[in-house]
């Protein structure tokens, strides 16, 4: 009865609206070098689902806009995009004439831009390579300058993880349960089939998803949408690989209704700019769409992108004044070859359907998603028997220097010739330690990989109702599940014929079900299952008038986590085995915003929300390789945000000025570190609760064409991201139950607070100024250049250290006597690192030859060859001041902090012909 009431009023409405000679948009798409018209060109209004493709004359027509001002946005693949400022009045139509595309001579510039985030900068096996292309969608002077410039010195958008943004093929989220980040490496290398996307910057509103405080990226990857024809492409590189190749071909939508794609690429090197990265990466694409008529068409499309990587690692700067900025301790030679202990393999498959449903007023998108193989990482392994580490402490010149009884300057030299003779990996050596006959085939040294098998089926749906020509509502929801299996592996027993699953350091069975004896391909040390599910659906309301547009958007959301252990751990007992206690979050999120045009060139944004959201998969347990704990108290994470933006358009002249802020409430991390603490020595899971956050800044982008052919831009950032209070601190001893461990025989302690409030986010740089210039002749080439500053960056803070077990001394249980609160705060200083400036060059050329395109592109980053730090971490194995204040006395700490160096001077070339 209620709804039918409801009709009945709102009836009247939406006749009147819809029974009105409603204003549209008509021109014509051209190509600017042929001046043929474009078949198939998108053509969208911003911020709404309202878009057409253009047909085979290249003519368009968007009809139903409500009065006021709107962004059209016009893009092809293989054109530069074009955004057009259109004033719509109450009943007149608009006729745009002729739109000229250009050809995009830098297609295929660049792989994704590269964000790091804070636990890659802590975790020296992830290395500092996360990629992530949420960025590469903007069209906004500022954000393409983060993307492709800024991004090479960690730079990322307001201090934010990759997490924050929700990145979607085809209307369906990608983001992983388990730590929230897109995994960019599963399309990687299919650049000329990921280009179609849409950005959705900040708390702004998307048609297809709530998103997060980043916003939203949806890749369109439609085999009707793509160009038709073959295009290939040839790389050669120093940055992440040597060289790429790749093909992509379209069938364009045949009468019959069908369209196929497929792409193929291959990047490889045996040795990329870090010593000893190895990069073998292959990509596959194949997309199948029929269009039943007009308004249906289902597609079904299929990737596969198993890439292998060797990681890289952070020094200390006692190994970066040995080495230079581009050693890497993970690797040695093998019968001549390199081979690094540490590469990551990732396989894994997906399959995506989707059908579509495109009505003058009502849009459907529903999908399905499955995804299915594996991601590892390698390790070096050691048990009773001397660390194989090039760069452990013991083996440095330091080492002798910080001894205790003094400094042995004849011993730190000898240890300094010796590294600089024998700096990497002797895999020879751990092969002779594993054949020795005392050994009696027990490897003491294996080569095993940290394996996570996952299989994840995503249902999501997208609708878009357009009420009137000036209300529209936008709802979807998603479910996913997701089954994870979590094992080290053995790759290889290097000459050994097999390995005693025992913890070294307790003498405890890992298994105590299993045979302790472990052989190649076996499974040991730990394996068990996170079965986890996530449901969130969200509705969004949208309304506007000549003079504002304003949205408010809703969202809920349930996610629950459960462990099952499969080995009985000697340590852990009946806690590692069988399931875990399910952990269940319920969330809920609130975002609006309002647009207000002083004129059609002065525009005014002002958005804000609130998002509360469970904790990701990786800090929900406290140690689920072992046991089934969960850690104590963990609740769901909040952010608050607020953003407002002033927008100046003129022909020649576009500004855009961005403040913010964002407050992180109720954030969980969790850490693994061996520490000298107050409390006593060992390998221990750090799990830290009640984090505060702080983002709060400024962002400015100009861009003005000073002629035809010259154009100029300048954008600044200025942040300052910091921790607003301080976290509680627990800590879990990997060596609990030992009859000897007189610490903490149940292996938890609580430490209380840290006080971390005020310190400094380690982010990346928090304030970055770039100005640039662009020269584009008639003649079809061009040139570019960018000069970068960044500042304000910090390495990011030990969490241990800055609780009240670092003035304990842990022979006596009394405060240290030197441990005053001016040498503390001396001690725990953060670190700034240096500020640096970069010059980034950039050029191409195209040519129309006989109806083929041919391309070149190159570009240089860091002309000057600057030496850079772009990141760093204290270490935590210092954990009272005594071990801290003895390490850094002489100026050559063992465990000084840990960095992460920015490539030197790097180019890419790109060679592309398209038929």
Same mark, same amino acid.
């Given at each position: 009865? %209620? ?115 804070? @636990? ?105 949408? /793509? ?41 490889? !090197? ?22 039943? @008529? ?62 579509? /449903? ?7 998108? !529903? ?14 392994? /050691? ?38 003779? #024998? ?53 979807? !929801? ?112 609130? %975002? ?11 525009? &005014? ?34 952010? !608050? ?101 007189? +610490? ?28 640039? +210039? ?18 304000? #960056? ?5 969490? +241990? ?27 725990? %200083? ?25 391309? &070149? ?52 070339? #790109? +060679?592309?012909?398209?038929?």
């Amino acid at each position: 009865m %209620k709804q039918k009431l409801l009709l009945f009023f709102l009836l009247p409405y939406i006749h009147y609206s819809f029974a009105q000679t409603l204003p549209k948009i008509t021109g014509r798409v051209m190509d600017l070098h042929t001046r043929a018209p474009l078949k198939g060109v998108n053509i969208r209004i911003e911020g709404t689902a309202l878009r057409q493709r253009s047909g085979t004359t290249g003519k368009f027509a968007l009809s139903g806009l409500s009065p006021g001002h709107i962004y059209l946005h016009i893009s092809a693949d293989g054109y530069l995009s074009k955004t057009l400022p259109v004033a719509i009045t109450d009943s007149a139509n608009v006729y745009l004439g002729d739109i000229f595309m250009e050809p995009d001579m830098a297609r295929g510039l660049s792989e994704n831009p590269i964000i790091i985030t804070e @636990n890659d900068l802590a975790d020296d096996e992830s290395g500092a390579d996360v990629a992530s292309g949420i960025l590469q969608a903007a069209r906004d002077v500022y954000l393409q300058r983060a993307a492709f410039d800024l991004s090479q010195a960690f730079f990322k958008v307001r201090g934010y993880d990759s997490r924050e943004g929700i990145v979607m093929i085809n209307g369906i989220p990608m983001n992983k349960i388990f730590n929230g980040r897109p995994q960019w490496n599963n399309w990687g290398g299919l650049n000329d089939v990921t280009r179609n996307q849409e950005l959705s910057f900040g708390l702004s509103a998307s048609p297809y998803h709530f998103g997060g405080v980043m916003g939203s990226t949806n890749i369109s990857m439609r085999a009707s949408e /793509y160009r038709p024809g073959l295009r290939v492409s040839a790389s050669a590189s120093n940055r992440f690989y040597n060289g790429r190749f790749m093909a992509t071909y379209s069938s364009g939508l045949g009468k019959n209704g069908l369209a196929y794609s497929v792409s193929a690429s291959r990047r490889w !090197a045996e040795e990329a700019y870090m010593d000893g990265t190895l990069y073998d990466a292959w990509s596959l694409f194949g997309a199948v769409e029929y269009k039943f @008529n007009d308004k249906n068409s289902i597609q079904l499309m299929g990737i596969f992108a198993p890439n292998r990587r060797g990681s890289s690692a952070a020094v200390t700067e006692e190994v970066f004044e040995l080495a230079g900025r581009t050693y890497n301790p993970y690797w040695g030679k093998q019968d001549g070859k390199i081979r690094n202990s540490r590469e990551r393999r990732i396989e894994e498959p997906m399959a995506v359907l989707s059908y579509f /449903y495109e009505g003058s007023n009502f849009r459907l998108s !529903a999908g399905a998603a499955w995804q299915s193989g594996k991601y590892s990482r390698g390790r070096l392994g /050691y048990y009773n028997a001397p660390n194989p580490d090039p760069v452990y402490y013991r083996y440095l010149p330091g080492f002798y220097i910080n001894s205790p009884s003094g400094a042995n300057f004849e011993s730190a030299n000898l240890a300094r010739e010796g590294f600089r003779e #024998n700096p990497q990996i002797d895999w020879n050596t751990l092969y002779l330690a594993n054949t020795n006959p005392f050994q009696e085939g027990k490897s003491a040294y294996i080569l095993y990989d940290d394996t996570a098998r996952d299989t994840q089926l995503t249902l999501n749906t997208t609708a878009n109702i357009r009420l009137s020509s000036s209300v529209t509502v936008d709802a979807g !929801a998603t479910y996913r599940t997701l089954t994870s299996e979590n094992y080290a592996y053995i790759r290889d027993l290097l000459g050994g014929e097999y390995h005693e699953d025992k913890d070294p350091f307790t003498d405890t069975a890992n298994d105590l079900n299993g045979d302790p004896a472990k052989h190649k391909g076996d499974k040991f040390n730990y394996d068990y299952t996170i079965n986890a599910g996530h449901a969130q659906g969200f509705v969004q309301l949208k309304a506007g008038r000549k003079k504002w547009k304003a949205f408010l958007a809703g969202s809920l959301g349930l996610t629950r986590y459960q462990r099952e252990g499969h080995f009985l751990n000697e340590r852990f007992g009946e806690n590692s085995l069988g399931k875990s206690k399910e952990l269940r979050f319920s969330d809920y999120a609130v %975002k609006g915003g309002i647009g207000y045009y002083i004129t059609g060139r002065h525009i &005014v944004h002002v958005n804000g929300g609130y998002i509360s959201r469970a904790p990701t998969l990786q800090n929900a347990f406290v140690n689920p390789r072992e046991n089934n704990e969960a850690v104590k108290g963990i609740t769901s994470e909040t952010m !608050a945000s607020g953003e407002v933006s002033y927008l100046l358009r003129f022909p020649e002249l576009k500004v855009k000025l961005n403040g913010y802020y964002t407050r992180f409430g109720d954030v969980t991390d969790v850490n693994f570190f061996y520490v000298d603490a107050g409390v006593g020595s060992d390998f221990v899971q750090e799990t830290v609760t009640g984090i505060e956050k702080r983002h709060l800044g400024g962002e400015l982008g100009i861009s003005y064409q000073a002629s035809p052919e010259v154009k100029l831009s300048a954008v600044a950032a200025y942040g300052e991201f910091t921790y607003t209070g301080n976290a509680d601190v627990a800590i879990n001893f990997d060596t609990a139950g030992r009859e000897e461990d007189l +610490i903490n025989p149940e292996g938890f302690l609580n430490l209380g607070e840290t006080s971390i409030k005020d310190y400094n986010l380690a982010t990346g740089p928090q304030q970055a100024y770039s100005f640039g +210039i662009e020269y584009r002749d008639p003649g079809y080439w061009w040139v570019g250049m960018t000069a970068n500053h960044l500042a304000e #960056n910090y390495a990011d803070i030990s969490i +241990i250290t800055r609780t009240d077990s670092f003035y304990t001394d842990p022979d006596t249980g009394e405060p240290f006597p030197g441990a005053t609160e001016d040498a503390v705060a001396a001690l725990l %200083k953060q670190e700034k690192l240096d500020n640096f400036y970069l010059l980034n060059l950039t050029g191409g050329k195209s040519w129309l030859i006989d109806g083929k395109y041919i391309g &070149v592109f190159i570009s240089v980053n860091n002309v000057f060859d600057q030496v850079y730090r772009t990141g760093g971490y204290e270490q935590s194995r210092n954990g009272n001041f005594g071990q801290l204040s003895s390490d850094m006395a002489r100026g050559m700490p063992s465990f000084g902090p840990k960095y992460w160096y920015g490539f030197g001077r790097t180019y890419f070339l #790109n +060679i592309a012909v398209s038929f």
